[in-house]
């Protein structure tokens, strides 16, 4: 019943989840709202809990083409402190998001938040047998800061400084298997964002960069593969496959299911014109693949004026 949950308090940095801290606050203290048709419904929601919300419906939009399902709740439960704290996504009698929200939280900390727009992606995925859980946190880790970007909410330079700063936590450490027998925290979170990145420059080399992942997982969607249906992992990949055109999702699962595959990160890193000064990242219009960098991250042309870039 339970898909996926996440905590933490950065741009795209899942923490191993405190189960303790999910014990249910008292009545009084959660709110439930409803995404009906893409809109989020109910009077007298705070406005920057409002704006909050209708920012993460927006990235979802951005790069899937619509919200993921007609009908979604969301319970808001309001916990001690600050900032969005940890959120779990429910598989059960439709699409249920439950998450943790601290009673000071400031709009600011709102703006910033990668939580709720990792979970609306978890929406956009059939649910999978256990030993996938890499493919549904992976897409999501991948997915919410590059849908963030084209929605005009985050700078591409952030996004591929995060991505250049963790990516390597997903690469098989000693003793490590495949994605499908390694289920630790980094190969189930970082291990599935890395195969989505590189999914999404091999379908770009491939189709000369005509599509990449977004469009194999917008095929996905619009074939029924919502969090409300069950499906094997061949047949979502297959699904992603015939809309590129290339078997990439359906090779590179082959390969990387039960082997530790390894990655050159610092060639890729060169390759796509990503060059990193300490937190910041300097993104080079001369490299090779710098095309694909910037098809990837590229703003949507009716994305709204940027509300927050980071740094």
Not at 65 to 74: D, M, N, S, Y
Not at 82 to 108: K, L, Y
Not at 119 to 143: I, K, M, R, S
Not at 195 to 201: E, K
Request: hydrophobic letters at 40%.
């Amino acid at each position: 019943m339970v898909v996926a949950g996440c905590s933490g308090s950065v741009l795209n940095a899942p923490h191993q989840t405190n189960r303790a801290s999910f014990a249910s606050p008292p009545s009084e203290h959660r709110v439930e709202l409803r995404i009906e048709g893409g809109q989020l419904t109910g009077a007298g929601t705070p406005p920057e809990v409002r704006a909050w919300i209708e920012e993460s419906i927006q990235a979802i939009d951005t790069y899937y083409g619509h919200f993921p399902v007609e009908r979604a709740r969301l319970l808001m439960e309001r916990v001690d402190g600050s900032g969005v704290r940890w959120a779990r996504t429910f598989a059960h009698s439709g699409a249920f998001i439950r998450i943790g929200v601290g009673d000071q939280t400031t709009s600011a900390e709102f703006a910033s938040d990668w939580i709720l727009t990792h979970e609306f992606v978890h929406l956009a995925l059939p649910q999978l047998a256990d030993e996938h859980d890499w493919l549904q946190e992976g897409a999501a880790t991948y997915v919410e800061p590059v849908a963030r970007a084209q929605a005009g909410q985050l700078s591409p330079e952030r996004v591929w400084a995060e991505f250049a700063r963790d990516m390597s936590r997903g690469l098989p450490a000693d003793g490590d298997r495949g994605l499908d027998f390694t289920p630790t925290w980094a190969r189930t979170y970082w291990g599935g964002a890395l195969f989505c990145l590189v999914a999404d420059v091999k379908i770009r080399i491939r189709t000369g960069n005509r599509v990449g992942l977004q469009q194999a997982l917008r095929a996905v969607l619009e074939g029924g593969g919502t969090l409300e249906h069950r499906w094997s992992v061949r047949e979502a990949l297959k699904a992603g496959d015939g809309a590129t055109g290339v078997d990439v999702l359906t090779q590179m699962y082959e390969e990387w299911r039960a082997a530790p595959v390894q990655v050159d990160l610092p060639r890729l890193w060169r390759e796509l014109g990503v060059e990193t000064r300490g937190r910041r990242a300097v993104l080079r219009d001369d490299a090779p693949l710098a095309n694909i960098r910037r098809a990837i991250t590229a703003r949507a042309a009716d994305a709204r004026p940027q509300a927050y870039a980071g740094d």
